[in-house]
């Protein structure tokens, strides 16, 4: 039984993390045996990295993108593709995850807040802006460059760094009524704080996954189970 109602005059915020691509076989960070297992987040996910270690960093998101690019959707990505499908302008999905399941299984109104595995950008910030990357690089040598010369770096938001198009989320966050959050763990800022903010907007704040977020006393609802499952039956959409 359907147990997320969404009413004609609603407006939904979706926000994703690791969780969602679990079922399509991409490790979420935190578990035991997650992404982070084996790598400290400053020798490979830091600004500082980039510039001491760039080889390192490399080596870690050529081998993100093998995985994800061999990766295929889950029933929980298309699930929510068919639930834009309905909602249209109503509906808006922000992702923290860098993989591209979400547009392969049809999303088109969605945003990467912390950057995207298939492009890279400028390691100078000459303004240029991100290119189409979804070379696997076996060494710092076959690394392309930018149009300025300078070499490239993942686009990808580090530590430290500030996520991307925070304005359009927080234009989006202040327009919806129900907030949608699925498989994170509310411990990266600021994406964890988006619940609280819809919730005390007046929204109806629903967190969907197998355990509880760091976050879990400010959602409304919640929703035990794995995105895979739970989703193509979660939304009852009235018309
Ligand atoms: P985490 O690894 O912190 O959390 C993953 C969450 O997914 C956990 O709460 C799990 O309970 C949940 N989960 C596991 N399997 C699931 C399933 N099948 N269905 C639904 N939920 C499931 O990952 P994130 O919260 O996404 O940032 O991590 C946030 C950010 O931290 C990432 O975007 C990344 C990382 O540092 C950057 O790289 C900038």
């Known amino acids: 039984m359907a ?22 076989g991409l490790p979420t ?4 045996d997650g992404l982070w297992a084996g790598y400290r987040i400053e020798d490979v ?13 490399w080596a870690f998101y050529s081998a993100r993108r093998e995985n994800a690019f061999a990766a295929k959707p889950n029933p929980g990505h298309i699930a929510l593709a068919e639930l834009e499908r309905k909602l249209g302008g109503r509906y808006f999905l922000c992702t923290q995850n860098v993989d591209d399941l979400h547009e392969r299984a049809g999303s088109e109104r969605l945003l990467h807040m912390h950057g995207e595995l298939s492009k890279s950008r400028c390691s100078q910030q ?24 300078a070499r490239l770096r993942p686009h990808i938001v580090f530590f430290g760094e500030i996520p991307l ?28 704080g988006f619940a609280q903010q819809a919730r005390y907007a007046g929204g109806r704040t629903i967190y969907i996954g197998p355990e ?27 018309s």
């Open 126 to 149: 000459c303004g240029a802006p991100p290119v189409e990357d979804r070379r696997i690089y076996k060494s710092l040598e076959e690394v392309g460059r930018c149009v300025c010369g």
């Open 45 to 57: 996910c830091t600004p500082e990295a980039l510039r001491s270690n760039p080889a390192d960093v």
């Open 3 to 24: 147990a997320v109602s969404i009413a004609p005059t609603d407006r939904v915020f979706v926000l994703t993390g690791a969780g969602i691509s679990a079922e399509s």
């Open 29 to 32: 960070f935190r578990a035991s």
């Open 165 to 192: 198009e925070m304005p359009r989320i927080e234009r989006e966050l202040m327009k919806s009524t129900v907030m949608i959050v699925i498989g994170t763990s509310g411990s990266v800022y600021p994406a964890a």
């Open 212 to 238: 509880p977020p760091l976050n879990a006393s400010v959602f409304t609802q919640s929703v035990t189970g794995n995105a895979a499952e739970v989703l193509p039956d979660l939304f009852a959409v009235q």
